[in-house]
């Protein structure tokens, strides 16, 4: 019929397969034949059903995302569900590997769903500022129920085959070759015959929705949207599936929609979505991994601890070192205690807690890590101790291991220099909880070799991160823009603004949380050690260190933690103290508003940005977004700060640091050449290379 879309006989089933890789998305080359075939099938005699199945690693995996933003090509996905459901006779969704989206809510189109025992099925257009736009939202309830459908839609994550079948969604789940199952199931359902009612006639999932219930779900998920318009839209869609019409409620989701698919915030999360899987790709695709069965840790504190748990996450072995027996048992016992409250919350099983746990080999002697094919210190943040650790690791490791430092800051040159190996030496920047947070910085030191940088990219993605390579520089991308971003903190403070307020402007902005109730989270001493270090001072901050305050820890830091409590509260005393610097500075208090906040703190940010682009430390401008969107929380609906600084004006990010440059004098405004050209041209892309 056609490369994409093919059709087989099996007596009386016919099995439609579509064969688009790498993920099955629904293409305009896809929907046409697809469309074709079901009209062709619907009226031939001689077919009693149907199967809908998929070539290669999965089902139908969404509409074709790169689709988005242009003129729909018909028949688009809501056309060929609305055929779907005119055909009499039973048809069948065969699901392996993932069902997401569009791909979902083809199969929703058909009366019945049968999936392959590891199959997973969602509706994650969430996370591309989107609703399901092909019915899911009028859909999904009617087999699943108006809560569980608000969940899964909201969130966007998927769920297991077991777990569709026991909401209602899957009607069998079957281990072996799912093809020859979904046929058998095809041609049972069709001997006993129908009628056979589509979704859009069914109800057993809606019932008698309590309405009161779900507003009240929903109103606690809207809290968490921080902003995003598309997890509201979603809610609302949701609800009108249960009080409209199908017909009416399937044109108020089309009309959601479009409104989101239009809008910044999808633009924003769409661009992420390739952004991420862009940073993974580095050239010399053809570059031989090197092989990786073991991996060693070095330091077992909170840092080590999770990033040898993010490798044995991932299935793989870990020896991990300390100096001493006491410090080891007690970094084993914490690894212990983070997964068994996995455990506890439900979201690792004990058996797989036993396998991860078993996965752990401690020692306190280096000889022991020669076996391993990478290697990750993670000690002390100073040169010498690093340096001390690579001359140790440099005499026992087997020749081609990877060697890598989990620095934040330091100089990987240098490090990498202190071997007699510095091709195999590189950084992985771990955030952390390592074991949680998903961004790793990979840092490519002059010498390090392409193979190295490629295994560890590849690594990084099989255990889940999404790895950004960039350069040696102090801070690397992303702490090097967090200095950026908070020069001008202790200066809104002293010219009148308080750490509410400012932290008010980032969170309306969209943040988790502002740079002070960020820096009492990681702790103040950090900063203070580094700006010590550095021969810097911040006149607050240090202050408080000096006091002992060093936020969450120690119940005060720039805000007051009453008993434990890590809700910040104002801190009279440190308002006390911002206002005697002032004075004694003879700086007079002014109001300060949000618009002056973010020009001072995120217009800085923006052009640190251009300055990497421009010293080639990052190679894509959709890289430091991805950076700042998955290590520091910079919201997703503004697509990290360059793609903000798209939608924000370059020009008058531009205009606006000239200004405060002229007024302050100060470095940090000093607009960088790249700048000013992206303000003329409107690329980074251009401007960079
Ligand atoms: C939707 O369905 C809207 C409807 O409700 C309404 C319609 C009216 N389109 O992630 P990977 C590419 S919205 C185009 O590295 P994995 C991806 O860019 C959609 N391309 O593999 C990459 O390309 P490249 C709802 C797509 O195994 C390659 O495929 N669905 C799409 O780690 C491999 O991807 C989603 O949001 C797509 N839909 O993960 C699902 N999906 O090789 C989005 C992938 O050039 N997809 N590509 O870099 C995923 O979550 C993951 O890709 C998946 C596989 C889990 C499927």
């Not at 058996?351 to 306190?364: D, I, N, S, V, W």
């Given at each position: 019929?056609?490369?994409?879309?093919?059709?087989?006989?099996?007596?009386?089933?016919?099995?439609?397969?579509?064969?688009?890789?790498?993920?099955?998305?629904?293409?305009?080359?896809?929907?046409?034949?697809?469309?074709?075939?079901?009209?062709?099938?619907?009226?031939?005699?001689?077919?009693?059903?149907?199967?809908?199945?998929?070539?290669?690693?999965?089902?139908?995996?969404?509409?074709?995302?790169?689709?988005?933003?242009?003129?729909?090509?018909?028949?688009?996905?809501?056309?060929?569900?609305?055929?779907?459901?005119?055909?009499?006779?039973?048809?069948?969704?065969?699901?392996?590997?993932?069902?997401?989206?569009?791909?979902?809510?083809?199969?929703?189109?058909?009366?019945?769903?049968?999936?392959?025992?590891?199959?997973?099925?969602?509706?994650?257009?969430?996370?591309?500022?989107?609703?399901?736009?092909?019915?899911?939202?009028?859909?999904?309830?009617?087999?699943?129920?108006?809560?569980?459908?608000?969940?899964?839609?909201?969130?966007?994550?998927?769920?297991?085959?077991?777990?569709?079948?026991?909401?209602?969604?899957?009607?069998?789940?079957?281990?072996?070759?799912?093809?020859?199952?979904?046929?058998?199931?095809?041609?049972?359902?069709?001997?006993?015959?129908?009628?056979?009612?589509?979704?859009?006639?069914?109800?057993?999932?809606?019932?008698?929705?309590?309405?009161?219930?779900?507003d009240a779900e929903a109103a606690e998920l809207a809290k968490k949207a921080r902003g995003l318009e598309a997890p509201i839209a979603c809610a609302q869609a949701v609800r009108n599936a249960i009080t409209l019409p199908f017909d009416e409620a399937l044109a108020a989701e089309r009309a959601l929609f479009l409104k989101l698919v239009g809008g910044d915030q999808s633009r924003a999360q769409r661009y992420l979505f390739f952004a991420e899987r862009e940073a993974a790709k580095i050239p010399g695709k053809d570059i031989a991994r090197r092989k990786i069965a073991r991996i060693g840790v070095i330091g077992a504190g909170t840092m080590g601890g999770g990033i040898a748990m993010a490798f044995a996450n991932g299935g793989y072995p870990v020896t991990l070192l300390e100096t001493s027996g006491e410090a080891l048992e007690r970094g084993l016992a914490t690894i212990d205690k983070n997964y068994a409250v996995s455990?506890?919350?439900?979201?690792?099983?004990?058996?797989?807690?036993?396998?991860?746990?078993?996965?752990?080999?401690?020692?306190?002697?280096?000889?022991?890590?020669?076996?391993?094919?990478?290697?990750?210190?993670?000690?002390?943040?100073?040169?010498?101790?690093?340096?001390?650790?690579?001359g140790r690791l440099d005499a026992v490791a087997r020749p081609g291991a990877i060697l890598a430092t989990n620095t934040s800051y330091l100089d990987v040159n240098e490090i990498a220099a202190s071997t007699s190996r510095p091709q195999d030496v590189l950084g992985l920047h771990f955030f952390s909880p390592a074991n949680v947070m998903k961004l790793l910085e990979i840092v490519r030191a002059e010498k390090t070799a392409p193979d190295a940088l490629a295994t560890v990219v590849e690594l990084a993605r099989r255990i889940g991160k999404v790895p950004v390579v960039v350069g040696v520089c102090h801070g690397f991308v992303g702490n090097r823009m967090l200095a950026a971003r908070g020069a001008e903190s202790e200066a809104l403070l002293l010219e009148g603004a308080t750490p509410s307020q400012i932290d008010r402007a980032f969170i309306d902005f969209g943040w988790p949380m502002g740079p002070f109730q960020m820096g009492d989270l990681a702790g103040l001493d950090i900063?203070?050690?580094?700006?010590?270090?550095?021969?810097?001072?911040?006149?607050?901050?240090?202050?408080?260190?000096?006091?002992?305050?060093?936020?969450?820890?120690?119940?005060?830091?720039?805000?007051?933690?009453?008993?434990?409590?890590?809700?910040?509260?104002?801190?009279?005393?440190?308002?006390?103290?911002?206002?005697?610097?002032?004075?004694?500075?003879?700086?007079?208090?002014?109001?300060?508003?949000?618009?002056?906040?973010?020009?001072?703190?995120?217009?800085?940010?923006?052009?640190?940005?251009?300055?990497?682009?421009?010293?080639?430390?990052?190679?894509?401008?959709?890289?430091?977004?991805?950076?700042?969107?998955?290590?520091?929380?910079?919201?997703?609906g503004k697509g990290g700060p360059m793609f903000w600084a798209g939608l924000e004006g370059v020009d008058k990010i531009v205009a606006r640091l000239d200004h405060w440059h002229e007024r302050t004098g100060k470095d940090i405004f000093r607009v960088t050449p790249l700048l000013r050209q992206m303000a003329v041209s409107g690329s980074w892309e251009g401007v960079a290379s």
């Open positions: 019929m056609s490369n994409f879309v093919s059709v087989t006989r099996d007596g009386g089933v016919a099995v439609v397969s579509i064969d688009n890789p790498p993920v099955n998305a629904l293409s305009f080359h896809v929907r046409e034949p697809l469309m074709q075939a079901l009209v062709a099938l619907r009226d031939e005699p001689s077919v009693d059903a149907i199967v809908i199945a998929c070539a290669g690693r999965t089902f139908v995996a969404g509409a074709d995302i790169t689709e988005f933003g242009k003129p729909v090509q018909q028949p688009d996905l809501r056309a060929i569900i609305a055929v779907l459901e005119t055909i009499a006779k039973p048809t069948v969704a065969a699901i392996h590997g993932t069902a997401l989206g569009g791909g979902l809510e083809l199969a929703l189109g058909c009366h019945f769903r049968v999936a392959d025992a590891g199959a997973r099925l969602g509706l994650p257009e969430v996370k591309l500022g989107l609703l399901p736009g092909g019915g899911g939202t009028v859909r999904l309830p009617r087999l699943v129920g108006a809560v569980k459908a608000l969940r899964m839609i909201v969130s966007g994550s998927p769920i297991g085959a077991d777990e569709a079948h026991a909401a209602g969604l899957v009607d069998a789940v079957f281990e072996g070759d799912l093809i020859t199952h979904a046929v058998n199931f095809a041609r049972e359902i069709a001997r006993k015959g129908g009628p056979f009612t589509p979704v859009r006639d069914r109800n057993d999932g809606l019932g008698e929705t309590d309405l009161v219930g779900f455990v506890a919350r439900g979201s690792l099983s004990e058996e797989a807690k036993r396998q991860r746990l078993g996965l752990f080999k401690g020692t306190t002697d280096y000889g022991d890590l020669a076996d391993c094919d990478l290697i990750v210190e993670a000690v002390f943040e100073e040169m010498a101790v690093k340096k001390d650790v690579f900063g203070w050690r580094n700006r010590k270090a550095r021969g810097q001072t911040a006149v607050i901050a240090d202050t408080l260190c000096e006091q002992g305050h060093f936020g969450q820890k120690t119940g005060s830091g720039f805000y007051l933690y009453e008993n434990g409590s890590r809700i910040p509260v104002a801190n009279p005393s440190v308002e006390a103290l911002i206002r005697a610097k002032a004075a004694e500075k003879g700086i007079a208090p002014r109001t300060i508003g949000a618009d002056e906040i973010i020009e001072r703190t995120l217009y800085p940010l923006v052009n640190e940005g251009a300055k990497i682009l421009e010293e080639k430390i990052a190679a894509r401008a959709s890289d430091i977004d991805v950076v700042w969107v998955n290590g520091y929380g910079f919201p997703v």
